[in-house]
Every structure is written in C-alpha cells, then in structure tokens.
C-alpha cells in the first residue's frame, strides 16, 4: 500500500501545477484542479471546471511528498470537499456562489424530506445561466454537521413527532455545527473580487463576511415545497432564522 519508491518526474510534472497550496492556521489545504467536467444538467451539458481540497497538518510546497502520503492515508474513508467553477471566475465582474452542505438522501437519491437536491440542481443551473460562478460543495455537512448515521436516527426521531431542530438536540448535537471556513479560504484563493451568495441562511452571509468577503448581493433559492418538507421547512424559518420561505435540513 504504501508509496516507497520516488515518483517518476513525468507523472510529477503533470501534477505539481495542478496542485496549490493554501495556507492556513498552521495547517495546509492543498487545491488540485482545475479539471475538465462537462456536466448534464437538465437538458444540456454545461461545461465547469472542478476542483478537490484536502486538509493537511503538514504545510509545504514538496508535492510529491503529499502525493507520495496519499496512498497510505485511506481517503476514502473521509470525506473531501469540492468546489464547481463556471466561467471567468477570477476576473469576472460579477459571479454566483452557492455554498452547499451534502445531503446524500436529496442530492443522491432526489428525497423529497428535504429540498437539497432541488436547492443544488438549481443553483448549478442558476450558475450556468449567470455564465459565472462556483458551487462549493462541503462533505462534512451532512444534517448540518452531523453525519448521516446519526441524521438517519434524526429521521426516525422526526417520524415520531419531533422538529427537525428538536431531534439533532435530543441525539446530544447541537442544532448546527457547519464550519465554513476551509470552503471560504479556497473561494479566497479564486476570486478576491465581490460575490452574490445564493442562500436562505444567515449563518452562511455572516461566516462569508467575517470573513471579509465582500458580498455583493444575496439570492434567495427556494421552491419544491411539499406536503413532505413543509414542516420541515417551516421549522428553519421558525427556529434556524432562515430568511424566506425555505431551509430545509442543509441549507
Ligand atoms: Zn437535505
């Protein structure tokens, strides 16, 4: 499994200006991109470029030192983040961001328990259509913050009469333990100049602008309710301070 052998310098030379890295509180976060990603949405293929970032406690600029790691740490049994960009991200005078938190039963499998995977085939198209901006897509978000082993018995809880808020708090979570930072930090390293967020959520404009990200305008991004989110829904607007109509679990 592990990489002992050093890594043949054509291989090496094709990575290491894909790979960037950003520094941050004593630790790295490594950005590989950007890549080719055509991608089907609705009814067209729209073109994004797509990146991955990886945290790490060691900082340097030896990438071959942190390709050569990889193949001993099992990635895969974490989660890494990534990011979509559509368009002239860095020099546009205007760009769409969303930041969205993975929700595997409505991204993956379409649930109507919640709106994420409307919320996301939306803003990617919202993007596509704007002709400029980025869709960060956070893994260690799942039920804001988490897990999914444990949004699974927040689910059960909600079939027996608990809120949405209610069920993370009686699991021993808090209602939100989301962190936005890493995903900040890579948007940083793309664009410095103004964004429009697309969001509900005033836990994500105000993580942005602590930040000193200058936010240029919010976009509110609702729809899909129905007779099984509409609880839900109306619980983050009632207890999560969502600013209109919509929120759902990830928000
Ligand atoms: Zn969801």
């Known amino acids: 499994m592990t990489a002992t052998k050093s890594m043949d310098p054509k291989v090496l030379n094709i990575l290491k200006d ?3 890295l950003i520094e941050a509180n004593e630790k790295a976060i490594y950005l590989v991109g950007p890549i080719n990603l055509p991608v089907r949405l609705f009814d067209e293929t729209v073109q994004f470029k797509w990146y991955c970032w990886l945290n790490c406690k060691e900082v340097t600029d030896d990438f071959e030192r ?9 990635l895969a049994e974490f989660q890494q983040s990534s990011v979509l960009v559509h368009g002239d991200f860095e020099h546009a005078d205007e760009a769409l961001i969303r930041l969205h938190s993975i929700c595997h039963t409505g991204d993956i499998f379409g649930s109507k328990r919640c709106d994420c995977g409307f919320q996301l085939k939306t803003a990617m198209k919202a993007i596509a259509d704007h002709g400029t901006g980025a869709l960060f897509y956070l ?3 799942e039920g804001r913050g988490i897990g999914l082993f444990s949004k699974a018995l ?14 993370n708090l009686q699991l ?15 948007l940083k390293a793309l664009r410095t100049k103004p964004v429009k967020v697309m969001t509900n959520n005033p ?3 105000a993580a942005l602008k602590k930040a000193g990200m200058n936010i240029a305008d919010r976009v509110e991004l609702w729809g899909d309710v129905s007779e099984y989110n509409e609880k839900y829904l109306q619980t983050k607007i009632a207890r999560s301070g969502h600013l209109e109509g919509e929120g759902c679990c990830n928000d």
């Open 18 to 20: 894909k790979v960037k």
């Open 66 to 74: 942190i390709i050569e790691k990889l193949s001993s740490v099992n």
């Open 139 to 141: 893994a260690n978000h």
């Open 154 to 167: 927040a689910y059960i809880l909600q079939e027996n009469g608990f809120d949405t808020v209610d069920a």
């Open 172 to 186: 021993g979570f808090v209602d939100d333990s989301r962190d936005y930072s890493d995903a900040i930090r890579v």
């Open 203 to 205: 836990k994500k404009l």
